[in-house]
């Protein structure tokens, strides 16, 4: 396993929980060298994305539907990528990924194995 997701639960409308994708192996052992995401998958609905930082200048995207209350970060020493989801409403309900890839115009290649998160109101 190369990506493995955690964090998930299920809390109250307005609580914060944070998502954390933790990377290992040799392939992912270097965060800077790929570009991330968090994805998500309501029952349903396909999945979309909800957040990303690209490889090169680490700038971030937000999806509208969370801009101002999701923040993705990384942290270096501990390999790991996190969602960190303020003021989390009922329809933030799903299951979340996080993914990584080589490129920021390619597909993402990587995946972990998705978390999920209940929100109720």
């Known amino acids: 396993v190369q990506l493995q997701a955690s964090g998930g639960g299920l809390v109250q409308a307005g609580d914060s929980l944070r998502l954390s994708c933790a990377a290992s192996?040799?392939?992912?052992?270097?965060?800077?060298?790929?570009?991330w995401g968090w994805f998500r998958q309501a029952p349903g609905k396909e999945r979309d994305i909800v957040a990303s930082?690209?490889?090169?200048?680490?700038?971030?995207y937000y999806a509208d539907s969370v801009q101002g209350r999701f923040t993705i970060s990384k942290d270096y020493a501990k390999n790991t990528v996190y969602l960190q989801m303020d003021s989390l409403k009922p329809e933030d309900t799903a299951v979340y990924y996080c993914?990584?890839?080589?490129?920021?115009?390619?597909?993402?290649?990587?995946w972990g194995q998705g978390t999920l998160v209940t929100v109720s109101s």
């Open positions: 993914a990584a890839r080589n490129n920021d115009h390619l597909p993402y290649n990587y």
């Open positions: 192996g040799r392939t992912l052992r270097n965060l800077s060298q790929y570009g």
């Open positions: 930082i690209r490889r090169s200048g680490g700038g971030t």
